[in-house]
């Protein structure tokens, strides 16, 4: 099972770090992080591979959003700086099917609960 925490209310240019633990598994999948505001399709935000920790992340994300893993506790991490009124969505973690990353919502093995991130001033 995976779970995501970590969403709120904040105002733009304000933080947020997202986690997102498994339960009854490892998690050292490739996994992602994923949106989906209201009226759009969900979307890939950033994907972290398993074999090297490689990091992918959307133009739109690039130098705000950082991903991170702790292994050991089988948590992934999703640091959001500099938050902009185009961000509020649901946010959700799930593993990818393979090794290798993927935005495409087809190729995710498993979906977690997702998390709510509001942005407004």
């Known amino acids: 099972q995976l779970q995501a925490f970590g969403g709120g209310l904040v105002q733009p240019g304000e933080s947020l770090r997202l986690s997102c633990v498994a339960s009854r598994f490892t998690l050292d999948n490739t996994v992602g992080w994923f949106r989906q505001a209201p009226g759009k399709e969900r979307e890939g935000v950033s994907c972290?591979?398993?074999?090297?920790?490689?990091?992918y992340y959307i133009d739109d994300t690039k130098g705000r959003f950082t991903m991170s893993r702790d292994k050991a506790k089988s948590t992934v991490y999703l640091q959001m700086n500099s938050l902009k009124p185009e961000d509020p969505a649901i946010y959700f973690c799930?593993?990818?099917?393979?090794?290798?990353?993927?935005?495409?919502?087809?190729?995710?093995?498993?979906w977690g609960q997702g998390t709510l991130v509001t942005v407004s001033s």
């Open positions: 972290m591979e398993t074999t090297d920790s490689t990091t």
């Open positions: 799930a593993t990818i099917k393979g090794a290798y990353c993927s935005g495409d919502p087809h190729f995710v093995y498993r």
